[in-house]
């Protein structure tokens, strides 16, 4: 399957990710059908979620916003490993994707999920047991398709010894290149769509935090800065200070610039966004309308290595 250019991230409806201290905040229901709404009329008409998500809370406006816009052509992406509540337990046992299967199928509104991902590697269970019940249930219709987030190259080696993934989904920007070492090519070569998250690394690359700035309230570096704390270097404030200037010269900025790279590597396939408002959207589709040359690509690029 060919997979559009750009997915919805909806990451932070109802919480912030995955993570139980934040279920209940992040993008609330109204809003979340505000960015929704603003998504589909510009012609992304591909949504990401998780079951985690917001506790479940991301699934079920996923679904009530299609059962009240009743959208045709809709695809969903969602994924399972996390809990979902406090006693839901996680893991990619084959029992517990069977139960969490029929909750995303729920909470969607759907018959069929278009395709399912795992959201982890489980050390806990052998991954041929977890690609096995995949299998199974594209077989029963419960699932279009499936894949792998956040895996390294050995996992994914590991399951193209039982089956073949569609799609990976893992983290990849101008600032954080691993996957081209060995993911990415291995992506290419068993012809498997490579369609990662976090193109803009949670906001870094968007000019919004400055060195010797305070970070702005309610930033992910304020309300969750583990991931991105790596960036806190000055040879990344040196990187963003030449983006900048290219984005200026370019007439573009700088999360368009960002985005726009991430899409012209060629064994990219997409990518997701993950817009807070609206106006987010902007600089993801104007993306889409600049194209890099290859030149223009490793220049960008080489300005943070």
């Not at 991230?9 to 993008?27: E, K, R, Y």
């Amino acid at each position: 399957m060919t997979w559009p250019r750009v997915s919805l991230g909806c990451g932070n409806f109802g919480g912030i990710g995955s993570a139980p201290a934040f279920f209940g905040q992040g993008t609330n229901e109204e809003d979340a059908f505000e960015i929704m709404d603003a998504a589909w009329e510009r012609g992304i008409h591909w949504f990401d979620t998780a079951d985690a998500y917001g506790g479940g809370s991301s699934e079920a406006f996923i679904g009530r916003w299609r059962a009240a816009r009743r959208p045709e052509g809709l695809l969903v992406t969602t994924k399972v490993f996390n809990p979902v509540t406090d006693d839901d337990g996680r893991g990619l046992a084959p029992d517990r994707i069977r139960r969490q299967v029929e909750g995303s199928l729920e909470r969607l509104g759907v018959e069929r999920i278009d395709l399912y991902l795992a959201h982890d590697p489980d050390p806990e269970t052998p991954l041929a047991e977890t690609i096995a019940v995949f299998e199974e249930l594209v077989g029963r219709g419960k699932i279009g398709a499936w894949g792998l987030s956040n895996y390294d190259a050995a996992g994914l080696a590991e399951a193209l010894r039982h089956g073949r993934p569609a799609l990976v989904q893992n983290s990849y920007s101008i600032l954080e290149r691993g996957d081209e070492q060995a993911v990415l090519p291995l992506c290419a070569e068993h012809g498997i769509a490579y369609v990662p998250f976090g193109p803009l690394a949670g906001g870094w690359l968007t000019g919004r935090y400055r060195r010797g700035e305070p970070f702005p309230t309610g930033s992910r570096m304020t309300l969750r800065p583990g991931p991105y704390e790596k960036f806190l270097d000055d040879r990344v404030f040196d990187g963003l200070d030449q983006l900048e200037d290219e984005a200026e010269a370019l007439d573009t900025d700088m999360a368009t610039l960002a985005f726009a790279w991430v899409l012209s590597n060629p064994d990219v396939s997409g990518a997701v966004c993950g817009p807070s408002r609206p106006a987010h959207l902007e600089p993801v589709l104007a993306a889409l309308e600049l194209p890099l040359t290859a030149e223009q690509r490793e220049r960008v690029g080489s300005f943070f290595e």
